[in-house]
């Protein structure tokens, strides 16, 4: 059995695509899927399989389909094994998401894009954003008492945007521990 960690884009944001947690992760275990845990309403699941990452990654896109009518090029699903959101963790920027009290840090996970494509997209503000390339990740972090003046929000607008996920730096790290249990 192989542990992997599902971060799925553009669920239960703003009223679209409502997903409740409880009957996603029902359906998944009607799928065949074992220690199906499901953390906060934004599209996090971590479940056991047998199957490859691939495999789970179709099945729950069709699972998403078929239960709940969603069919909305907004919304992707990532699947990482456990192996792989340890390296996002284990290999962090130095002192990244180590003051929550005076930064924002956000764990950004790209979808069938490269870092080296993505990466141009971000434009950060001197003194205010900083972001760090990584395996598969960007790590971004905002000065909090700025960040109203972060150019964060610009990622939005970009084509890009469609091929990546955020995760805050702490919902990154409570799926790691969730994972590792």
Known sequence: MTRFIILARGLNVGGKNPVPMARWRASLESMGYTDVVT???????????????????????????????IDDENVKVLVLRRTQLKGVIENKPAGFGEEPTLYHSDAIFLMGIAVADALPAFNPREGVDRVWPGKGVIYSRRLSAERTKSRLSTIVASPLYRSMTIRSWSTTQKLWELARA
């Open 39 to 69: 953390y906060i309403a934004s599209g996090n699941v971590l479940l056991e399989s047998t199957e490859s990452a691939a495999r789970v990654k179709e099945r729950v896109d069709e699972g998403l389909a078929a239960e709940f009518g």
